[in-house]
Each structure stands twice: as C-alpha cells, then as structure tokens.
C-alpha cells in the first residue's frame, strides 16, 4: 500500500485495539496502547500506537492524536531503558511500503540497541514466543513513571 488509500479496520493492530488479537501489553491510558513487537528486531523491542485512530500513517494523521502518542512513545522508552538498559534506543517510524512500513495504523517503534548487538531485520525475523514478550513487557511495564 502506497501513502495513499483507505483505512483497513481489520489491519491487526486495530484487531489488538478490539480485543480480537493477542498482544504482550506494556502500558495503556486513554489515547495510546503499548506493546512487545512479535517479530522484533531487538530485545526489548516495543510498539506505540494510538487507540483512537483511523489514519494510514503519520501524515495523515490528526495533530490532536499525534501529541499524546509522542508522550506516550516517551514515556515507554524511559521505561525500557530503566528496564533493560541499552546503550542507545531508535525511535522510528515508517510511511508507505516503499518506505517499510506493513501496517497501516499509525505506529511508532522503540528498538533498543546494545554495543556490537546487530539488530535483526524490519518484520522479517522470526515471531517470539508470545510468554517471553510477557516477561519482557512486565519488565518494562513495572518501569512505567
Ligand atoms: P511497520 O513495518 O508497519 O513499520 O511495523 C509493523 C510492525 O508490526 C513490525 O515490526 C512487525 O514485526 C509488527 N507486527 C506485525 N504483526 C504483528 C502482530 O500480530 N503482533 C505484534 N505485536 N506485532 C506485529
């Protein structure tokens, strides 16, 4: 899917909103839902996403939306650096296949990196095992401020 299109409401990050997928949850408020990426990249490797979205990307996206999530993808990676203390963390994003990006709901990625750990690639690796990404994500849950 290119930047331009129609929003999926079956894409799997609105099915984890609904309830109609699993997810290793990490934090939640009333604007933004975390959790554990199933094919991460890194240890550690967590989501941000906006509940109350119906954009395909961040240019699409409604400015009053996009406030609370940069809060919120904030507030996560200080938890997964207290959590699991990685020498740097990227904070990144995706718009548009020929960009990466895979699902078309607005998502943001924290991805820990550790000094001569290479990171694995973009939703290609092979998916955790969904009690492992649990471990993980009440790991950094418990380091939520
Ligand atoms: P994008 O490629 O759109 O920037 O990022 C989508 C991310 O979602 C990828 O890193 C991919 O590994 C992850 N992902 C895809 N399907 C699922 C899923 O069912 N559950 C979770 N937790 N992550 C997913």
Redesign the pocket.
């Known amino acids: 899917m290119s930047l331009d299109g129609t929003y999926d409401p079956d894409n799997?990050?609105a099915k984890?909103l609904r309830g109609e997928?699993p997810?290793?949850r990490v934090f939640e408020d009333d604007h933004v839902l975390s959790?554990?990426?199933?094919?991460?990249?890194a240890k550690g490797?967590t989501?941000v996403i906006p509940k109350h979205s119906t954009a395909r990307n961040l240019l699409e996206e409604d400015p009053q939306i996009l406030s609370p999530l940069i809060l919120g993808v904030q507030r996560v990676a200080r938890a997964v650096r207290a959590a699991l203390e990685p020498d740097g963390i990227v904070i990144t994003?995706?718009n548009g296949a020929t960009a990466?990006?895979?699902?078309?709901h607005p998502?943001v990625?924290i991805l820990p990196r550790w000094d001569g750990v290479a990171v694995g690639r973009?939703?290609s690796g092979g998916m955790a095992d969904l009690n492992e990404l649990k471990d993980l994500a009440e790991k950094i849950a418990a380091k939520i401020a």
């Not at 959790?35 to 990249?41: A, R, S």
């Not at 990466?100 to 078309?104: D, E, M």
């Open positions: 799997i990050f984890i997928a997810c290793a959790f554990m990426d199933v094919f991460p990249q490797h989501l994003q995706f990466g990006q895979t699902v078309f998502h990625h973009h939703a």
